[in-house]
């Protein structure tokens, strides 16, 4: 089999079964393609897979969603239950996906001890950079699951949005006529998302 889809049955990531394979840990060829395959018997030394420490990662843009987080938690731990994984730590974030300086995220992805950080939407790690996050979680053999792809619901969207749109209008204007333009912004988009009665 191929060493991706051997890793994969073991839990571990790719770069962490490439090191075993190059160390000669795990018993395999490198073909012309440069595809590695791994023979169906025992590695040399069967290297135990690393213990994983699973941490639930749940977050909301503002405190009047907080209903939201809990049901997220909820569905991220029934998840987890269903995969057979052990939740060592739940964490709940209140705060906007562009902000880079969430105190509890930045201390999840600073604890090389956690192996998965489970998420539902990819939005809930982070608005932009999530392949970056990734990659990088992936060089210290981590990663993050995200349990839907699919895209997330439009209110958080809008609520991040929001946070941008102060930020870039403080600025350019300074804080109090920003909240006067930033409010004017946000009144037309949720005016062009509400259906006009006259044309139905």
Not at 155 to 169: H, K, Y
Request: charged residues 25%; hydrophobic residues 35%.
């Amino acid at each position: 089999m191929k060493l991706s889809i051997y890793a994969r049955k073991l839990g571990i990531s790719y770069h962490t079964a490439w090191r075993w394979f190059k160390a000669g840990k795990i018993v395999g060829y490198q073909a012309d393609t440069g595809t590695i395959i791994v023979t169906e018997t025992l590695p040399l030394e069967s290297p135990t897979p690393p213990l994983q420490k699973v941490v639930i990662y749940g977050r909301v843009s503002a405190a009047e969603n907080k209903s939201n987080l809990e049901s997220q938690v909820s569905r991220l731990q029934d998840y987890c239950a269903a995969k057979g994984w052990p939740v060592a730590q739940v964490v709940k974030e209140i705060g906007s996906g562009v902000n880079d300086s969430r105190p509890k995220l930045l201390k999840l992805l600073t604890d090389p001890a956690i192996t998965i950080i489970v998420v539902e939407h990819k939005d809930r790690l982070t608005r932009f950079g999530f392949n970056y996050i990734d990659q990088l979680l992936a060089m210290q053999g981590r990663r993050v699951e995200v349990i839907n792809q699919a895209e997330n619901g439009k209110e958080d969207l809008i609520q991040d949005f929001v946070s941008i749109v102060t930020s870039f209008c403080a600025r350019l204007y300074g804080q109090r006529r920003s909240k006067r333009k930033t409010e004017r912004i946000i009144a037309e988009l949720r005016d062009e998302e509400s259906p006009d009665p006259s044309k139905t």
